[in-house]
């Protein structure tokens, strides 16, 4: 089988289930595949040769029960994994080796999966294009000189680009869905609380999810049944039924209730997107949905409610980074003076400016007026989908203000780069599920998304309307492989 | 409000990032503009508005204090930039 690397997730594990191909074919498959994309960048650290033995091991004698049975799979560099580096993009971690596996990644190989290696991402998962990661740019499969978005760029980037038939990321603001969006893929931020952070590099605690990213919502729903586990090792992990997500995955939907939410309809919006969206709500009709006109009036507060509370809460995680037990060191005068340059030639741009805005914000002085405000806010905005979900099961929103960007397009404007995530952050702030499905292409051919946000806990009710919508769709990624010479 | 050189030299203290003269004035522009970007929140009035700590409307679960990684010293250890095998080594703090 020449294709192996096409294939979707569940096909694959139908046919090492059927014995038609071995794990050690479609993991030398998708190894092929990613020493001739080298160019998009998405590795960080490459785990071939180990992958290869465990491939062979697992066909020696296969248990084909499990449900990720010798399926490889690179995962975002942010969850550690034990005796391979973990760099979460940055220079500070650069040869941080860890002595414990995330809990995320420990269900995914009891399921029978075998680590290919480690993506690229933005440092600390700060950045909304993979322009941050101390491992240079990632290459959008979709076009040369494209960002995949981000944080977990790298991961969309393997998706996409067929180097990896599936993969996890994070999502702190929407670098799950907004990624998904830029590269034609599904992606899921689970309700805060679904999937352990045991083992996850800390950005903002209150605001972190894993979540996987996928070919098509089937295998997302398979990948999302294997990661989310009750985890007595985090204690914001929430013991609720999960539920068979594949399996209970389907695409009647009729009756389910929609809301359209009128602030999502923001100023500047490209006509594209929003013709999009109308296609959506007509696609979500045809499925036998109902369609609500729904308001979330403090929509606008969302993103700077978030840029005080994730800074602050990252600025306090990253203390941690002081040369000392792990991680660079740089040379200083005293203990202070090493602190300080460790810090300042450790971490990239982007991370020291978060860092700045949570100190501050957090500082003296300044703690009602801005950390304890946004908290507030914080607090209305979950107040506005509470009061939605009285009236509806979901919300239908596009998950970008526009397509992906050029590398460099926005570079140096950071607010203009925080505008990317306006219609994923909300979703954050609440702690709800949300989805970003394919859906459509603007006038470069580049895709586009939609996002289904959900009552909290409820990922199968979203994850059949994403089913049912993908099906009407129809989305065909343009992948060219221009990449590979 | 406008963010003046003397508070990002603060911050960076308080910070633990060492910055130079031309970085400071840099992150003096882009924290202005995203501070103005955040004033935004001044328009609502939230005194009678209880703050949201966490979404997770669970109460802490209790667990035995058990011991579970034993003798991995020498692999957390292996991670630090200086050692001498028992300890973490920093510069001298007392003369």
């Given at each position: 089988?020449?294709?192996?690397?096409?294939?979707?997730?569940?096909?694959?594990?139908?046919?090492?289930?059927?014995?038609?191909?071995?794990?050690?074919?479609?993991?030398?498959?998708?190894?092929?595949?990613?020493?001739?994309?080298?160019?998009?960048?998405?590795?960080?650290?490459?785990?071939?040769?180990?992958?290869?033995?465990?491939?062979?091991?697992?066909?020696?004698?296969p248990n084909l029960e499990l449900k990720l049975p010798g399926i490889p799979m690179a995962v975002k560099d942010l969850f550690c994994t034990k005796d391979i580096r973990t760099t979460a993009g940055s220079k500070i971690l650069g040869n941080f080796v860890p002595t414990y596996e995330s809990t995320v990644t420990q269900n995914i190989w009891n399921e029978g999966a075998i680590l290919l290696g480690k993506l690229n991402c933005d440092e600390f998962a700060m950045g909304s294009s993979n322009e941050t990661s101390f491992f240079g740019n990632v290459q959008n499969p979709i076009d040369k000189n494209l960002v995949p978005g981000g944080s977990s760029g790298g991961s969309a980037s393997a998706v996409a680009g067929q180097l990896t038939p599936i993969t996890i990321g994070t999502d702190t603001g929407?670098?799950?869905?907004?990624?998904?969006?830029?590269?034609g893929t599904v992606g899921l931020k689970p309700t805060y609380g679904s999937c352990s952070r045991y083992g996850i590099v800390a950005f903002a605690s209150s605001l972190d999810q894993a979540?996987?990213?996928?070919?098509?919502?089937?295998?997302?729903?398979?990948?999302?049944?294997v990661i989310s586990t009750y985890d007595s090792k985090d204690s914001t992990s929430i013991d609720f039924k999960r539920n068979n997500y594949s399996k209970e995955l389907t695409n009647n939907i009729k009756g389910k209730k929609v809301g359209i939410p009128k602030e999502y309809r923001v100023d500047g919006m490209p006509k594209e997107i929003d013709e999009l969206w109308q296609k959506g709500i007509q696609y979500v009709k045809d499925c036998g949905a109902e369609i609500f006109d729904i308001s979330l009036p403090h929509t606008s507060y969302a993103l700077p409610t978030y840029y005080i509370v994730a800074p602050a809460e990252a600025s306090s995680n990253l203390a941690r980074y002081d040369g000392v037990k792990y991680g660079f060191r740089a040379k200083g005068e005293n203990l202070i003076d090493m602190y300080e340059k460790t810090r300042s030639e450790g971490f990239g741009a982007e991370v020291q400016r978060r860092i700045m805005i949570g100190t501050y914000v957090l500082s003296s002085g300044y703690y009602d007026a801005y950390y304890l405000k946004a908290q507030k806010v914080r607090k209305l905005i979950k107040n506005d989908f509470d009061e939605a979900y009285k009236k509806v099961d979901a919300i239908l929103t596009p998950s970008t203000p526009s397509s992906a960007f050029k590398i460099g397009e926005k570079k140096d404007d950071p607010v203009s780069m925080y505008l990317n995530d306006i219609f994923t952050v909300p979703v954050n702030l609440a702690g709800l599920p949300g989805i970003s499905i394919p859906a459509g292409h603007d006038a470069n051919g580049y895709p586009l998304g939609l996002q289904i946000i959900g009552k909290a806990f409820d990922e199968q009710n979203i994850l059949n309307i994403a089913y049912a919508m993908e099906e009407k769709i129809n989305f065909k990624n343009k992948i060219t492989d221009w990449w590979i010479k | 409000?406008?963010?003046?050189?003397?508070?990002?030299?603060?911050?960076?203290?308080?910070?633990?990032?060492s910055l130079d003269e031309e970085k400071a004035k840099k992150l003096a522009g882009d924290l202005n503009s995203i501070f103005e970007f955040i004033e935004k929140l001044n328009e609502l009035k939230t005194d009678n508005v209880?703050?949201?700590?966490?979404?997770?409307?669970?109460?802490?679960?209790l667990r035995s204090d058990k011991v579970k990684s034993k003798d991995i010293r020498e692999q957390i250890i292996k991670n630090s930039p200086q050692d001498n095998q028992d300890y973490f080594v920093v510069p001298k703090v007392i003369e």
């Open positions: 089988m020449s294709d192996i690397t096409k294939q979707s997730l569940s096909e694959l594990v139908k046919n090492i289930k059927d014995k038609k191909l071995s794990s050690e074919e479609v993991t030398r498959a998708f190894i092929d595949r990613s020493e001739k994309s080298k160019e998009l960048n998405t590795y960080i650290t490459e785990d071939y040769s180990s992958a290869l033995n465990k491939a062979k091991k697992f066909d020696q004698k929407g670098s799950i869905r907004q990624p998904a969006s830029f590269t979540g996987p990213m996928a070919q098509n919502v089937k295998d997302c729903a398979l990948l999302q049944e | 409000m406008t963010i003046d050189l003397k508070t990002i030299k603060h911050i960076s203290k308080l910070s633990r990032i209880e703050p949201l700590t966490s979404v997770a409307e669970t109460t802490l679960k």
